[in-house]
């Protein structure tokens, strides 16, 4: 069975095996050419990468998979913790549940099940550090990083109040929503409002239609969101990161100052930083095909993948 959207689909879903966390995948049908494994952020499901910015990168050239993390989506969900608070979980000194080198983990045995030996990685807001950690930690399963509304990789604790917003934030943990599948629903079309960029239009019927099919737990999921956010890192400083590196951001996000994004560039070597004047913490649809052509030419400056490629994308 497959998900229709636009002119592909996406596969049935599969599991990847990290020890004893199961991490579900799929794949774009119909794309082909150099590998890309999309990583999305804070306890969300792979459904929210918009399809139509996948085949953007479809068009582009690239063979497009997406996958969730643990504690997310249709992956494995960890047992609860003492945390369940997200902003302690982010200023805490250690993480209950995992590390972040799990993490990074997961997305390597999404790799291996797909037959890749090496791919871009595209990571949105804590997907973009767990990019960048997968980089440092895996140098040679990696090809590029683009890292889209992220922190820098290396910081943590209290370092991270530079960098955050907090009025939305507070404003969303404040919120109240049903128990049940309305509540669900409701929750995320508040992340997709707070988040929408301020100069681009706000389709909120279709946000409503597209939430509707796609209902995800994960924004009311403050347990799962303390386990992801409170997962610490004790691998390389930023610094060491060693693959052709794209930092995107959008100048009007409310959660992330693009300070963050400027320091992401200053760390790694040959980094490029890309903003967007209007843009949020989210990824427009105008936007779409500049992002797949930045992804384009970021990989153009990357090692080439192994001969045999990855392997076919089935229905």
Same mark, same amino acid.
């Given at each position: 069975?497959? +998900? $229709?959207?636009?002119?592909?689909?996406? #596969?049935?879903?599969?599991? /990847?095996?990290?020890?004893?966390?199961?991490?579900?995948?799929?794949?774009l049908?119909?794309?082909?050419?150099?590998? !890309?494994? !999309?990583?999305?952020?804070?306890?969300?499901?792979?459904?929210? =990468?918009?399809?139509?910015?996948? +085949?953007a990168?479809?068009?582009?050239?690239?063979?497009?998979?997406?996958?969730?993390q643990?504690? &997310?989506?249709?992956?494995t969900?960890?047992?609860?913790?003492a945390?369940?608070n997200?902003?302690k979980?982010?200023?805490?000194?250690?993480?209950?549940?995992?590390?972040?080198?799990?993490m990074?983990d997961?997305?390597?045995?999404?790799?291996d099940?797909?037959? =890749?030996?090496?791919?871009?990685?595209?990571?949105?807001?804590?997907?973009?550090?767990? @990019?960048?950690?997968? @980089?440092?930690?895996?140098p040679?399963r990696?090809l *590029?990083?683009?890292?889209?509304?992220?922190?820098?990789?290396?910081? *943590?604790?209290?370092? $991270?109040?530079?960098? !955050?917003?907090?009025?939305?934030?507070a404003?969303?943990?404040?919120?109240r929503?049903?128990e049940?599948?309305?509540g669900?629903? +409701? @929750?995320?079309?508040?992340?997709?409002?707070?988040?929408?960029?301020?100069?681009?239009?706000?389709? +909120?019927a279709? @946000?409503?239609?597209?939430?509707?099919?796609?209902?995800?737990?994960?924004?009311?999921d403050?347990? /799962?969101q303390?386990?992801?956010?409170?997962?610490? =890192?004790?691998?390389?400083?930023?610094?060491?990161?060693?693959?052709?590196?794209?930092v995107?951001?959008?100048?009007?996000d409310?959660?992330?100052?693009?300070?963050? /994004?400027?320091?992401? #560039?200053?760390?790694?070597?040959?980094?490029?930083?890309? #903003?967007?004047?209007?843009?949020?913490h989210?990824?427009?649809?105008?936007? =779409?095909?500049?992002?797949?052509?930045?992804?384009?030419?970021?990989?153009?400056?990357?090692p /080439?993948?192994?001969?045999?490629?990855?392997?076919?994308?089935? &229905?």
């Amino acid at each position: 069975m497959t +998900e $229709v959207r636009g002119q592909r689909a996406w #596969t049935a879903t599969r599991h /990847a095996d990290n020890g004893a966390v199961e991490v579900a995948f799929d794949q774009l049908t119909g794309s082909r050419g150099e590998p !890309l494994l !999309l990583i999305m952020g804070l306890a969300t499901a792979r459904f929210w =990468w918009p399809t139509g910015l996948c +085949e953007a990168f479809a068009d582009a050239g690239f063979a497009v998979a997406r996958y969730d993390q643990r504690d &997310a989506g249709e992956s494995t969900r960890m047992p609860d913790t003492a945390a369940a608070n997200p902003f302690k979980a982010l200023f805490g000194k250690r993480g209950d549940a995992y590390t972040s080198e799990d993490m990074t983990d997961d997305a390597v045995a999404v790799l291996d099940a797909l037959g =890749w030996e090496r791919a871009h990685v595209f990571g949105h807001s804590l997907g973009g550090a767990i @990019a960048q950690r997968l @980089a440092l930690r895996h140098p040679d399963r990696v090809l *590029s990083v683009t890292s889209s509304a992220a922190l820098p990789s290396d910081v *943590s604790g209290l370092g $991270v109040l530079r960098y !955050l917003r907090f009025g939305l934030l507070a404003k969303l943990a404040r919120a109240r929503f049903p128990e049940g599948r309305e509540g669900d629903i +409701e @929750a995320s079309l508040a992340v997709w409002r707070g988040i929408a960029s301020p100069g681009y239009p706000f389709d +909120e019927a279709a @946000a409503r239609a597209w939430v509707e099919a796609e209902v995800d737990s994960g924004p009311r999921d403050t347990k /799962a969101q303390s386990r992801q956010i409170g997962a610490q =890192w004790h691998g390389p400083a930023l610094r060491e990161l060693r693959r052709p590196t794209l930092v995107l951001h959008g100048e009007q996000d409310p959660i992330l100052r693009v300070t963050a /994004a400027r320091a992401t #560039t200053r760390a790694v070597d040959g980094a490029r930083l890309v #903003t967007f004047p209007g843009v949020g913490h989210d990824l427009p649809a105008a936007l =779409w095909p500049a992002i797949a052509r930045e992804v384009r030419q970021l990989a153009a400056a990357a090692p /080439a993948p192994s001969a045999g490629g990855p392997r076919p994308v089935t &229905a």
